[in-house]
């Protein structure tokens, strides 16, 4: 039995959730390119091109870059963030949450 968290592979593609954390502004949801090496993930975001360390974003953890934060998508993690910008900005969480059509994540950490 090995310690720590195991990454469950779809593809080698990789959804990422990029939110910033010192502004309450809802999350989005890019993809980012496994290298072949598989040491880094390669995503480009609002024209910038980032390399993260896929170690880090595949166990569960998350990468800065400026002042966006990258992080292996999931769906309640992205609710979670969605719903705290919502609320910050008075409106009806509840309400615009049931009409969001998200994607399945392409990975997954189980611990």
């Known amino acids: 039995m090995s310690d720590g968290p195991t990454v469950v592979a779809m593809s080698e593609r990789v959804r ?23 040491k880094t993930i390669s995503v480009e975001y609002l024209d910038t091109q980032y390399r993260l360390d896929a170690d880090e974003i595949l166990s569960g953890g998350s990468e800065q870059r400026s002042s966006w934060c990258f992080e292996l998508y999931a769906m309640d993690r992205y609710l979670s963030i969605y719903k705290q910008a919502q ?25």
Do not use: D, K
Request: glycine share 6%; charged share 10%; no cysteine.
């Open 87 to 111: 609320e910050a900005g008075h409106q009806s969480a509840s309400s615009q949450v049931e009409s969001l059509n998200l994607p399945y994540p392409t990975h997954t950490v189980e611990n």
């Open 16 to 38: 990422l959730l990029v939110w910033m954390p010192t502004r309450t502004i809802a999350p989005n949801i890019v993809m980012g390119e496994l290298s072949s090496t598989g």
